[in-house]
């Protein structure tokens, strides 16, 4: 018997029917909301806690995140826990974790410290990540999925927005400290997943999850890019934000500023954006997302090249995570392609393929970085165009059979 099988369960049509409140579009949408409370001022403090209080450089950043990746690459570690635990329980057991870890993050001011609680919380979020996009996938009807997912997105931008607004307006007012922050949106996200526990029933998916790891020749396109988007999306993820604080000084008040700006723009373009795809497809938005992206990398390593200024930097960060949003175009390119059954276990292939390159691209560049950080956003720029030949393999209408423009349209779903 899985964890979970003795709390109340009902079907996923049933649960449609329930208030709005306390259906499974509900939940996904307050798990969307809980994530980033913790996540988002972990990420948003991160930098300046790691240069003020630990004294990093590039090197101790980069292998910081290459431990944050390790649980990403395990992800396929969730198809072992699926024997033994629901899926939706997995994912709110694995925020409470998240929050917990990031409540305790302050508490380790070293190198060492740092990379064991960052481990921890690199273990909730990844296996959190992981359930969720395989929820999203059964839960939301194929014809709604784009739409649905860009109000998701929106609904953690919100979420974001109000943790980064409140660190704006009471960092310095009220002089908080990082120890401070960390408990209370650490707490706030146990808090919300341990409600989400009462509250909500057991929904259960039509189509029982192989629990086992897929790998299916089929899928090739959608591994190749989920790789790419990784390892693209790492050096951002990891550099970006270090850029502003190393090279133009930001402080806390000032990141937070500017995670601000983007977020504001991202809950008005997020469900915009999945109406795009819904009405154009996913070959067209990830042609044009790393289009986009590929154009933003070049800019960002000729801030160093010609001196740019701050104003220059800030604008790339809004407009790069514009393009990520985009990326909610390869989860509904296989929601199209999969065996309803095969989600719950492609999905955990999926991240840890993800996180190959994201494992050891931290480190790696981070020594780069110290040399050459123009070198760091000209490979990341190549990565964008790896990705931008890949989607144009994409179909214009994929289905299983025609996972890619190579497929022929008639063909059956092979294994």
Not at 204 to 230: C, N, T, V
Request: hydrophobic share 55%; proline share 4%.
């Amino acid at each position: 018997m899985a964890i979970g099988d003795t709390l109340r369960t009902v079907s996923l049509e049933d649960g449609r029917k329930l208030p709005f409140w306390r259906s499974p579009i509900a939940l996904l949408a307050v798990m969307a909301f809980a994530m980033p409370v913790a996540f988002a001022t972990w990420s948003a403090l991160l930098n300046n806690f790691v240069v003020e209080m630990a004294g990093f450089d590039g090197s101790d950043i980069g292998w910081l995140h290459t431990v944050r990746e390790i649980p990403g690459f395990f992800a396929i570690g969730v198809i072992f826990l699926l024997l033994f635990i629901r899926e939706q329980v997995l994912g709110l057991v694995s925020l409470i974790l998240l929050g917990v870890a990031t409540a305790m993050t302050a508490q380790f001011p070293s190198l060492g410290g740092l990379l064991f609680v960052t481990l921890l919380s690199s273990i909730g979020f990844h296996y959190y990540e992981t359930v969720n996009q395989s929820l999203q996938l059964q839960w939301i009807e194929k014809d709604r999925a784009p739409q649905v997912l860009g109000w998701l997105l929106s609904v953690g931008a919100g979420a974001t927005l109000i943790a980064y607004g409140a660190i704006v307006v009471t960092w310095r007012a009220y002089d908080l400290s990082f120890d401070f922050v960390y408990w209370v949106s650490g707490g706030a996200t146990a808090v919300l997943a341990l409600a989400c526990f009462l509250i909500y029933p057991q929904f259960e998916s039509p189509d029982p999850q192989h629990k086992k790891m897929i790998l299916r020749r089929r899928y090739w396109l959608y591994y190749a890019l989920q790789f790419m988007s990784g390892a693209r999306r790492q050096i951002f993820v990891v550099f970006a934000g270090f850029m502003m604080v190393e090279r133009y000084g930001f402080e806390v008040h000032h990141i937070t500023a500017l995670y601000m700006v983007t977020l504001l723009i991202n809950m008005v373009v997020a469900p915009l954006l999945g109406k795009v795809v819904a009405r154009f497809g996913e070959r067209l938005a990830l042609v044009v997302e790393y289009s986009g992206l590929a154009a933003v990398f070049v800019l960002y390593a000729g801030l160093y090249l010609f001196d740019w200024g701050f104003q220059l930097a800030a604008v790339l960060y809004v407009v790069n995570h514009i393009f990520f949003a985009l990326a909610l175009a390869i989860k509904t390119y296989f929601q199209k392609i999969a065996d309803p059954a095969d989600i719950a276990p492609t999905a955990a292939v999926a991240f840890t393929i993800n996180h190959i390159a994201a494992v050891f691209l931290p480190a790696g560049l981070g020594y780069l970085w110290l040399t050459s950080p123009t070198a760091v956003f000209v490979a990341a720029a190549g990565m964008a165009a790896v990705s931008l030949a890949l989607s144009f393999l994409v179909p214009r209408h994929p289905k299983a059979g025609h996972e890619t423009v190579l497929a022929p349209r008639a063909a059956q779903p092979a294994e």
